[in-house]
């Protein structure tokens, strides 16, 4: 069974600080690790995933993500927030590298981020 | 590219009543949709997976007979909540997926929210 954790239901940071949001995941398989992010009224966007090779994953707008097997996490970070970062982010975890018929995609509860000028 | 969308973004309605929910992939031909649902503060949960032409696939505990899909386009998909009760109150979220270099990314949609009176 898989599932994830997004510590902290809201974040908040002020403009030009960094950004970090915490992601735990449980797998009894190797994961495929995934963030999304919902900006208000869009679907949800794919931020960066983490499949196989390199741990440390970089993604759009700057975000990246370090799968750490050690601690089973893959949290994301930001070395400094911008206004337009202010959005929903989602973790989620895969059997498969898409998360697709072949293998669900877990999600976490998510994290709400704002970005305080 | 690779946008879809969903109608209606709100619905209010009826206990008793039916609702249908289309999801559509604006500008790729999608194999396979998913529909999932996201409670409040909670994480989206994946209710079924339909392949265009045959019939869904949903997960435990979703009753096939509430929660009608229909694929029977490439590009539509639909999703109709029968006997609404105040209970099937939620946000539904619908993401399609094609091949693309081999794997299958899923495209989400912005979703739809439900409250049924």
């Known amino acids: 069974a898989q599932s994830v954790t997004q510590l902290g239901s809201h974040v908040s940071v002020s403009e030009g600080a960094l950004v970090l949001l915490r992601c735990n995941y449980s797998?009894?398989?190797?994961?495929?690790l995934f963030w999304y992010v919902q900006y208000p009224n869009q679907g949800l966007q794919l931020l960066l995933k983490?499949?196989?090779?390199?741990?440390l994953v970089k993604g759009i707008n700057g975000f990246e993500a370090e799968f750490k097997k050690s601690e089973t996490s893959f949290h994301l970070t930001k070395p400094s927030a911008h206004m337009s970062d202010a959005a929903e982010y989602f973790c989620?975890?895969?059997?498969?590298?898409?998360?697709?018929?072949?293998?669900?995609?877990?999600f976490g509860k998510g994290t709400k981020l704002s970005v305080k000028p | 590219g690779a946008v879809v969308s969903q109608h209606p973004s709100r619905v209010i309605c009826k206990s008793g009543t039916s609702v249908k929910i289309e999801c559509r992939s604006l500008?790729?031909?999608?194999?396979?949709m998913f529909w999932y649902r996201q409670f409040p503060k909670q994480s989206l949960m994946l209710m079924a997976t339909?392949?265009?032409?045959?019939?869904?696939?949903?997960e435990q505990g979703v009753e096939k007979d509430k929660f009608l899909i229909n694929h029977a386009s490439l590009t539509l998909s639909t999703l109709t909540v029968t006997s609404a009760h105040p209970e099937d109150s939620s946000f539904y979220i619908c993401?399609?997926?094609?091949?693309?270099?081999?794997?299958?990314?899923?495209?989400f949609g912005p979703g739809t929210r439900l409250t049924v009176l």
């Open positions: 993401s399609a997926s094609f091949l693309a270099g081999g794997g299958n990314e899923q495209f």
């Open positions: 339909s392949n265009e032409g045959s019939k869904a696939t949903y």
């Open positions: 500008d790729f031909q999608a194999t396979t």
């Open positions: 989620a975890v895969s059997r498969t590298p898409y998360g697709g018929s072949q293998g669900n995609l877990i």
């Open positions: 983490y499949t196989t090779g390199a741990t």
């Open positions: 797998s009894s398989v190797p994961p495929y």
